[in-house]
């Protein structure tokens, strides 16, 4: 199957400080990739939706100027959390989309950010 | 809006039989199904695209109705290596093309 990586996979930052997260299709060219985020013990919660070339569709309560997301390539997404603050602190989960009849979407293996 | 999963949890033994639920408000056109176990990403197990199909992937089916807007996961014999939390998602989100998850059924199989 499609592989979608993620870097770094822990994070663990001071609170006011930028964090970058990286998702990237290794095997095939995504147009459109997905930033989720998971607290624990609770579901995946859409974040935004990430087509390259264009701007970020955010979802409802999700702050623009906060989560910054960049789609600059067919292979790469990144999310850039900033002025990080310990109410950030989650596991952050991408997923691009392989296009075609089904649309299966895959997913990273997750960053763990930790805000102090 | 979130699609509404039911049981919340499930607790088999090895071998044993489990439905999972998942059922919106929403007109359906396509579920996903994913399996997360604990600290790992979701793994994709399959999707269905038409009203009244069925899927199968080893012991694990599915079922989707789309005039009920219902999608049921069946996992037969179950294995230890299906413990987990098991969600369904149609897309939606704002752009439309995005999987919206519900909260999800935590199984736990036990030997």
């Known amino acids: 199957g499609a592989v979608v990586s993620q870097h770094p996979s822990r994070v663990i930052c001071k609170s006011g400080t930028s964090v970058k997260i990286e998702c990237r299709s290794l095997?095939?060219?995504?147009?459109?990739m997905f930033w989720y985020r998971q607290f624990p013990k609770q579901s995946l919660m859409l974040m935004a939706t990430?087509?390259?070339?264009?701007?970020?569709?955010?979802e409802q309560g999700v702050e623009k100027d906060k989560f910054l997301i960049n789609h600059a390539s067919l292979t790469l997404s990144t999310l850039t959390v900033t002025s990080a603050h310990p109410e950030d602190s989650s596991f952050y989960i991408c997923s691009a989309r392989l296009a075609g009849a089904q649309e299966t979407q895959y997913f990273g293996p997750g960053t763990r950010l930790l805000v102090l | 809006q979130q699609p509404v999963q039911s049981p919340q949890a499930v607790i088999l033994r090895e071998g044993e039989d489990a439905v999972i639920n998942c059922s919106s408000s929403?007109?359906?056109?396509?579920v996903h199904w994913y399996r997360q176990k604990h600290g790992e990403a979701p793994v994709f197990l399959m999707i269905l695209l038409k009203g009244g199909e069925q899927k199968g992937h080893e012991k694990i089916s599915a079922s989707f109705n789309e005039k009920k807007q219902q999608s049921s996961l069946y996992l037969t014999a179950s294995q230890l290596s299906y413990s987990g939390t098991y969600f369904c998602g149609p897309p939606e989100g704002q752009a439309g093309t995005a999987l919206i998850f519900g909260k999800g059924t935590t199984l736990s199989v036990s030997s």
């Open positions: 990430s087509n390259e070339g264009s701007k970020a569709t955010y």
């Open positions: 095997d095939f060219q995504a147009t459109t």
């Open positions: 929403k007109a359906l056109y396509s």
